[in-house]
């Protein structure tokens, strides 16, 4: 039921997934171990990628990359979310909800653009070896990378841009665990939203190329792949390239398909755990998609627990 209070309130109300206290408190306990073992996997392997020498070449540095964007993206939402499901109080301010608004869609572009880089230096390493060098040097390398968070910082004051132009009429009460642009658009009560839904759009289309981009360069890599005689040197490849198509589809259809299907006034438990396979998932399996697989990374970690004398370093 919409109250005066819940009208003329500065601020938003999230009430997450549930309003049982039982349930509220399950879904505390799952977030924290996710959030934990996300931020442990990422920490190790900005760790391991910045001490050991040997994991200097240009697909460990875009790995760190990854990795400090995938533990910033899930702290914006999670430790939010399990504390409001701990205190039972969903209330967020209107300047933490706007800059939740900002930083989510300024890290999840960033790693769209980085998972986009990250093919295309494997295209590039697979498909032609002996120019890796020539093509990775450090200067492109460190481009990439600058471009990689310009451009998400671009998205993320579009974003924001639009948003304070929203005027709300209705109740500021968001049926989800963090305050996601498709939710808040709900709450509008004029054709302001028409501006959201331009940049959902040109954001879709950037997207959709990118995961074009990243769809090529694997069928390339498949391609050259199928022509190695080995057959252990096949199914290595296949073994890290399919895993890898299979995360980053996962993101960018939920994603998209959450950001461009029209809204709906009544809240459904699709949207909630659409949410999650773009926003908690990615961050968690990717330490052990991209890096924690990988017999170099695994001999480094061994290294790093082990070797005191790296440990010091």
């Known amino acids: 039921m919409i109250t005066t209070n819940e009208t003329k309130m500065n601020g938003f109300l999230l009430l997450g997934f549930s309003e049982n206290h039982n349930l509220q408190l399950l879904h505390a306990c799952l977030f924290l171990v996710i959030y934990l073992l996300a931020l442990t996997s990422n920490f190790i392997i900005i760790t391991i990628t910045t001490l050991d020498q040997h994991l200097q070449s240009p697909m460990y540095y875009f790995l760190k990359q990854l990795s400090l964007l995938d533990l910033s993206f899930i702290s914006v939402t999670v430790p939010q979310s399990i504390g409001n499901s701990l205190t039972g109080n969903g209330y ?5 909800c706007m800059l939740q608004v900002f930083f989510f869609t300024y890290l999840a572009w960033a790693e ?8 295309y230096d494997r295209y590039v390493a697979i498909c ?7 093509i990775m040097d450090a200067r492109r390398c460190n481009s990439a990378v600058t471009a990689v968070w310009v451009s998400g910082g671009i998205t993320g004051t579009l974003y924001i841009a639009v948003m304070f132009s929203i005027t709300f009429c209705r109740a500021k009460v968001i049926h989800h665990f963090f305050c996601d642009v ?25 997207a959709l190329l990118c995961f074009s981009f990243i769809a090529v360069s694997y069928f390339h890599i498949v391609s050259t792949v199928l022509r190695i005689p080995s057959a252990e040197g096949r199914s290595k490849v296949f073994s890290t390239c399919l895993p890898h198509l299979f995360v980053v589809s996962i993101f960018f259809s ?6 461009l299907k029209p809204t709906s006034d009544s809240p459904t438990a699709f949207d909630l755990f659409l949410s999650i396979f773009y ?12 890096s924690l697989r990988n017999e170099a990374m ?13 440990t010091e370093k």
């Open 92 to 96: 967020i301010s209107y300047a933490q």
């Open 112 to 119: 769209v653009a980085i998972l986009t880089v990250m093919s």
């Open 128 to 134: 032609f070896p002996l120019h890796y060098e020539l």
């Open 182 to 206: 498709p939710q808040i658009v709900k709450l509008s009560c004029s054709n302001d939203y028409l501006a959201v839904i331009g940049v959902d759009s040109l954001m879709a289309v950037a």
């Open 254 to 259: 939920t994603g998209i398909c959450a950001y």
């Open 279 to 290: 926003t908690v998932i990615p961050p968690t399996l990717n330490p052990v998609i991209y």
């Open 298 to 310: 695994k001999r480094a970690i061994h290294k790093l627990m082990l070797d005191r004398e790296f």
